[in-house]
Nanobody, 126 residues
Framework: QLQLVESGGGLVQPGGSLRLSCAAS????????IGWFRQAPGKEREGVSC????????KTADSVKGRFTISRDNAKNTVYLQMNSLKPEDTAVYTCAADWTSTLCTVILEGRYESWGQGTQVTVSS
């Protein structure tokens, strides 16, 4: 069974950090482009970052550039999203997804991703 499972979310104060993990089971993560998305209450889902199969290329949304970093450890079959300098507006459900057909990661388009995790809640509040 193909599955993506996110972890690492939680409550953090503004300015704090969290590292989200996206672990794959049932398939090798180096076969897919992985994207991170987030959705805040009442807002549309937003593409946050993506990383190519090799990890050599990434794309990060302007809203989080310089604060969020995506990486992958194919040996552990896991992709990470390191989030620093968190702001209240980063509060959302964060979900990872797999794009089975693309080789590049130049845009973060929801429609390209076929397999989705269940999401993990990130709340930034004092």
């Amino acid at each position: 069974q193909l599955q993506l499972v996110e972890s690492g979310g939680g409550l953090v104060q503004p300015g704090g950090s969290l590292r989200l993990s996206c672990a794959a089971s049932g398939f090798a993560l180096d076969r897919v482009v992985i994207g991170w998305f987030r959705q805040a209450p009442g807002k549309e889902r937003e593409g946050v970052s993506c990383i190519t199969r090799s990890g050599m290329s990434t794309k990060t949304a302007d809203s989080v550039k310089g604060r969020f970093t995506i990486s992958r450890d194919n040996a552990k079959n896991t992709v990470y999203l390191q989030m620093n300098s968190l702001k209240p507006e980063d509060t959302a459900v964060y979900t990872c997804a797999a794009d089975w057909t693309s080789t590049l990661c130049t845009v973060i388009l929801e429609g390209r991703y076929e397999s989705w995790g269940q999401g993990t809640q990130v709340t930034v509040s004092s």
